[in-house]
């Protein structure tokens, strides 16, 4: 089959945008922790790249991707080594593309998600324990829920019918279960709610949002994956969302504390375009309004329910990318209209019937509860076998200089 | 001979600087410093965890004088940091037995 020039050109520029962003999340993280443990943060991050590239080339790929094994659960192996990908292609009748362009899109989705979860447990963290937890990880959480939702024969995706055009669950939600069960098993940092643990270097966050920002283009576009209607539409819907999440996010702090706060601006931009990414294929862009602006105010309320509930998910994961991952499954339930997107479906303010929302709350549901407790058992194994938290000590100290023989900055002369 | 040692608003040290410089104060030195007084700490807030920051920014500056210079020099000094509000800073004065300009040995008031 001949591939669509066009359409692979932009998946391969996709590829591309998406690795960007991990980069970006090593430096908006980085920039939120403390000085002491800033290169551990974005260590854990660049790690992710490494690590999860070998996986995905030696087997991931295809335990998310090849055929289904049965009911949707697991693809086979039939792609170990990517065997068999060199030639092939892939994509709706028109828009072929070479299965390698997507083999290294998918890829990056799989890294990202996984460095993800660092947030949780920023500044305690054993980096050789970190290293087998993106092994396990990768491979028991990661692979089967991206075959769930993103291939075709998956049991989400395939044969439920709901709406994920570019990772509210694979991404978002099951990144989101992940950090607090990871958060849960780790346990809270040494000082929590005792001592200010307040970002070490503001502009660097700010910069590291701009990168997911951008990178997030090739993200929910990208997962067209094909430059037609339906990429300038997700294109579009990423940007309305996200800006309007900053507003809302920002507001929401200006009427609570009184104050608007860059790290507001940044996160709101997070959670917006957290919210989009499973709806920007599905929805108008006044449509994309709306779930950027309730997902800017729900993730604002929800990075405070650590305190009030007692886990330290530090860079709060949960309240932004789990919460807002919700928001944007479920929006789709109400707001989705074969109007966007002849390939959606309508949702209940279009069609009147609910059918949609219980497909999509089915889909957030089985992907947050299979993901929670999986990472729970993997965490809590790694957790009581080699140790996954430093010492008190090297905690106090940082876990820079201990872990990495390193430290951020040189202050002084 | 005395040194003067002021703590001030970080805002204030360009005028004070002006204000010796034009009534023939020959040098001082400033650092940046951190501390409380009556003025508390102000409050940061992120992702709407508040912190109470008590160690506020401000700026040392010290000056060595002839004793006859010492009350013109202060009065200077007082008046430029002064800016009404809380957290202007102190300034406090102490006795010097000695002092020597480095590259000439000389002593005393012809040190300065």
């Known amino acids: 089959m001949a591939i669509n020039a066009g359409d692979t050109a932009w998946v391969l520029a996709s590829g591309a945008l998406v690795l960007f962003m991990t980069p970006g999340l090593a430096i908006f993280y980085g920039g939120m922790v403390r000085a002491k443990s800033t290169l551990n943060m974005m260590m854990m991050s660049f790690s992710a790249m490494g690590i999860t590239t070998i996986l995905w080339t030696a087997y991931a790929y295809s335990l998310a991707f090849s055929k289904d094994v049965g009911h949707g659960l697991l693809g086979n192996l039939s792609h170990i080594g990517l065997a068999g990908t060199i030639d092939s292609v892939t994509g709706a009748p028109g828009h072929a593309i070479p299965e390698l362009a997507f083999v290294m899109f998918q890829m990056t989705f799989a890294i990202i998600t996984v460095a993800l979860l660092s947030g949780a447990i920023a500044d305690r963290a054993k980096f050789s324990a970190w290293i087998i937890f993106v092994i396990a990880w990768i491979t028991i959480v990661y692979s089967p829920v991206a075959h769930w939702a993103f291939a075709s024969d998956g049991w989400i995706y395939g044969k439920l019918h709901a709406l994920d055009f570019a990772g509210g669950t694979v991404v978002e939600i099951n990144s989101g279960a992940a950090a607090l069960a990871l958060a849960l098993v780790l346990g809270k940092r040494e000082g929590f709610k005792r001592d200010r643990m307040r970002p070490h270097n503001m502009p660097l966050v700010l910069l590291g949002a701009g990168m997911l920002w951008f990178g997030w283009f090739g993200f929910n576009a990208g997962s067209a994956l094909a430059a037609n209607h339906t990429a300038a539409l997700a294109m579009i819907n990423t940007q309305i969302a996200t800006a309007a999440a900053v507003l809302s996010w920002v507001g929401y702090e200006k009427i609570r504390e009184g104050k608007a706060t860059t790290l507001g601006a940044a996160s709101g931009a997070i959670a917006g375009a957290v919210g989009i990414t499973p709806a920007c294929g599905f929805v108008t862009p006044l449509g994309a309004l709306l779930i950027g602006l309730i997902a800017g105010a729900v993730s604002a309320y929800g990075v405070s329910l650590k305190y009030k509930l007692n886990y330290d998910d530090s860079l709060d994961v949960v309240g932004v990318h789990g919460l807002s991952g919700l928001v944007g499954m479920l929006s789709i339930g109400f707001i989705a209209t074969l109007k966007a997107n002849s390939a959606g479906a309508d949702g209940l303010f279009i069609s009147g019937s609910p059918s949609l929302l219980g497909k999509q709350a089915i889909a957030s549901i089985a992907v947050l509860a299979y993901s929670f407790i999986a990472t729970y058992i993997i965490a809590t194994i790694i957790q009581k076998t080699i140790g996954f938290r430093v010492h008190r000590d090297v905690e106090i100290e940082g876990v820079d200089t201990a872990i990495h023989a390193e430290s951020a900055y040189e202050l002084g002369r | ?112």
């Open chain 2, 1 to 112: 001979m005395k040194l003067i040692t002021a703590i001030v608003k970080p805002g204030r040290v360009d005028e004070i600087k002006a204000a010796l410089q034009a009534n023939g104060v020959a040098g001082m030195t400033v650092s940046e410093a951190s501390g409380f007084g009556r003025q508390k700490g102000h409050k940061e807030i992120y992702r709407g965890a508040e912190y109470t920051v008590d160690l506020i920014p401000k700026v040392r500056i010290e000056v060595l004088v002839d004793d006859a210079d010492l009350d013109r020099v202060l009065d200077l000094m007082v008046q430029t940091a002064n800016t009404g509000s809380i957290g202007d800073g102190k300034i406090w004065v102490t006795s010097v037995d000695a002092v020597v300009r480095v590259r000439t040995n000389e002593r005393g008031s012809d040190a300065l």
